[in-house]
Nanobody, 124 residues
Framework: QVQLVESGGGLVLAGDSLRLSCAAS????????MGWFRQAAGKEREFVAG????????YYANSVKGRFTISRDNAKTTLYLQMNSLKPEDTAVYYC?????????????????WGQGTQVTVSS
């Protein structure tokens, strides 16, 4: 099992930036890919961005493409999400997750371990 701890959330104004971090520990050698998901109040959890751990291939939801950047530091086993030009509709709890193998990086069911989440609130 891999333990994941997110940090970096907060309350910001529309147009501001935030950087989320996710520190992984435990059986990190099993990580195939990692991703960021978010869940707004009353909505289902949705894919935001994903990255393959070795090759660094990235995937983004259309809603964040061009504004968010996912990256990882393999040596530190840490995942990042740089969020720019934030909008009120980006308000949600953001979760990082790791997958031991997947066929679809956007599928929430193909991720094995999850962090506890960090709240991002964007005020207009």
């Amino acid at each position: 099992q891999v333990q994941l701890v997110e940090s970096g959330g907060g309350l910001v104004l529309a147009g501001d930036s935030l950087r989320l971090s996710c520190a992984a520990s435990g059986r990190t050698f099993t990580i195939y890919a990692m991703g960021w998901f978010r869940q707004a109040a009353g909505k289902e959890r949705e894919f935001v961005a994903g990255i393959s751990w070795i090759a660094g291939i990235t995937y983004y939801a259309n809603s964040v493409k061009g504004r968010f950047t996912i990256s990882r530091d393999n040596a530190k086993t840490t995942l990042y999400l740089q969020m720019n030009s934030l909008k009120p509709e980006d308000t949600a709890v953001y979760y990082c997750a790791q997958s031991r193998a997947y066929s679809s990086p956007t599928d929430v069911n193909q991720y094995n371990d999850w962090g506890q989440g960090t709240q991002v609130t964007v005020s207009s």
